[in-house]
């Protein structure tokens, strides 16, 4: 018999899905690891089973027996976001390996799907866009138009077996141990000298990995259905957080240096509009507070390495 407290979920070795699966488990959770390999899980003894999203492998009937909903987090993002090539990557896995999921899925009579998609996928021109704004991403098209796509096609698949819905889309997530962020938090603790190009002007929405594991439980154990932004409501430059963490380190203003700005420089993504999922009650943090806690687990790292070296 199938149980609330029973799903599986891909994605489970990646930045986000390592978290939330950590904390599913000590949670109580009884999770269902779908993955290329089981070396890289960062819990022990997890059921797990063989999924990759860019093969056209089959997914093992026993795979999904006995699990009410379906967690889906695993994506490909290209290294090179201008590279053709890449971009064909990110049809086979985002949006095929999608499909072959849910077909998997129908198969043994899963009936909820939750994914992640990109809030990044808004008309850059927007303000303030809900999840019924114009889609039109200007950048990063080859990895964006995938997530886009996953979308309509999940939303095709589950209507086909009647299979419930949800679909997050993130907004900049940082605190997952890289991207610019993280990076710029890091450099700073070590006391280098952080360049900012387009002089920091390029800005997003940016969530922490913790407001968008909240999201994920939020929905995970609410009985509902549809598309939600996953953020924290406010637009910020690179060169507004950059500030922040130089306060939260305790550097100074000097290890700051802003490049030129470029002719043709990437200006970023607008706020994301978060009222419904407010509705279910998501409370994301302010920044300045999620930055500092970013801060201090980068710190805690840093040390543990030190003690062991």
């Known amino acids: 018999m199938a149980s609330p407290r029973t799903f599986a979920l891909t994605g489970g070795t990646g930045s986000i899905g390592s978290r939330f699966l950590a904390d599913a488990v000590s949670s109580g959770y009884s999770v269902r690891a779908l993955s290329r390999a089981p070396s890289h899980l960062p819990v022990l003894g997890v059921d797990w089973h063989q999924f990759d999203l860019s093969k056209s492998d089959e997914l093992g009937a026993d795979a999904l027996q006995d699990v009410e909903q379906v967690v889906h987090l695993a994506a490909y993002i290209p290294r090179d976001h201008n590279d053709p090539?890449?971009?064909?990557?990110?049809?086979?896995?985002?949006?095929?390996?999608?499909?072959?999921?849910?077909?998997?899925?129908?198969?043994?009579?899963?009936?909820?799907?939750?994914?992640?998609?990109?809030?990044?996928?808004?008309?850059?021109?927007?303000?303030?866009?809900?999840?019924?704004?114009?889609?039109?991403?200007?950048?990063?098209?080859?990895?964006?138009?995938?997530?886009?796509?996953?979308?309509?096609?999940?939303?095709?698949?589950?209507?086909?077996?009647?299979?419930?819905?949800?679909?997050?889309?993130?907004?900049?997530?940082?605190?997952t141990g890289g991207g610019t962020v993280d990076n710029i938090a890091r450099k700073l603790l070590d006391g280098?000298?952080?360049?900012?190009?387009?002089?920091?002007?390029?800005?997003?929405?940016?969530?922490?990995?913790?407001?968008?594991?909240?999201?994920?439980?939020?929905?995970?154990?609410?009985?509902?259905?549809?598309?939600?932004?996953?953020?924290?409501?406010?637009?910020?430059?690179?060169?507004?957080?950059?500030?922040i963490l130089v306060d939260a380190t305790g550097q100074t203003d000097e290890i700051l240096h802003f490049m030129p700005q470029e002719a043709q420089g990437d200006s970023g993504f607008p706020a994301i509009n978060i009222a419904k999922l407010r509705a279910l009650g998501y409370r994301p943090k302010a920044l300045r507070e999620s930055l500092s806690v970013l801060v201090e687990r980068l710190s805690d790292i840093k040390r543990d390495v030190k003690g062991r070296t």
Request: with cysteine; charged share 20%.
């Open 85 to 175: 090539d890449e971009g064909l990557r990110c049809w086979q896995a985002n949006v095929a390996g999608t499909h072959r999921l849910i077909e998997a899925m129908g198969k043994a009579g899963v009936k909820r799907l939750i994914q992640t998609g990109s809030a990044n996928v808004y008309a850059p021109w927007l303000t303030y866009p809900d999840e019924t704004s114009c889609i039109h991403p200007q950048t990063r098209v080859f990895y964006l138009a995938s997530k886009a796509a996953q979308e309509y096609c999940a939303e095709s698949a589950c209507r086909k077996h009647n299979i419930d819905l949800v679909t997050l889309r993130l907004s900049s997530v940082f605190g």
């Open 192 to 243: 280098t000298v952080v360049e900012l190009t387009n002089e920091g002007l390029f800005g997003a929405d940016f969530v922490s990995c913790d407001d968008v594991l909240a999201a994920l439980f939020l929905v995970l154990d609410n009985d509902c259905a549809g598309t939600f932004n996953v953020a924290s409501g406010e637009r910020s430059t690179i060169a507004e957080v950059a500030q």
